[in-house]
């Protein structure tokens, strides 16, 4: 009996995203108006770009900040224990406190790392609100999107996301081919 109840405990905590994702990541709509990658030195921990700007991984990073989870923080102490887990796509010799956690594959890896991988589908039944979404864009863009509470007329999940003309709140969830979905586990 004890072992049923813990199975079902366990159920019960990767059954829903941290629905408050979509209403944080909303509140960056109309405020976070300029996509911008630039590189930039970052106060350490909770460091950020001005608000106004920014990219995909900022719509997600800031959310999840307001939840007291800081995905720099996170990602760095990550990838200081972990360097040769992670992608080595950019020539790096150690992590990089002030990006490492502003990039698609790098937020892939740790997110697997840390439990929340979920199959990718093309079911929206299987997409709740706060699940994070990637995909690539062209031919070999990485993209996160955050699943929002809110759906299309069709019943298909809106995404929050910044793609290029700041945060905007838009039904493409199957626009571009999904290689990730991730369900966090925040306190």
Known sequence: MKSHLLLLAALAATAFADSRLPELARRQIGVTVVYDGSYESLSYPNGDVPIERGVCTDVVIRAMRHLHFDLQKEVHEDMKRNFSRYPKRWGL???????????????????????????????????????????????????????????????????????????????????????????????
């Open 93 to 187: 010799k150690r992590p990089d406190k002030n990006i490492d956690h502003r990039r698609v594959p790098n937020l892939q890896t740790f997110f697997k790392r840390k439990g929340w991988s979920l199959p990718v589908t093309q079911n929206p039944d299987d997409y709740h609100p706060g699940d994070l979404v990637t995909c690539i864009v062209g031919s070999s863009l990485p993209h996160i999107m955050i699943v929002s509470d809110r759906k299309s007329a069709e019943g298909i999940p809106l995404i929050i996301h910044n793609i290029g003309g700041g945060t905007e709140e838009e039904d493409c969830l199957f626009t571009f081919p999904l290689n990730g979905h991730y369900r966090p586990k925040l306190k």
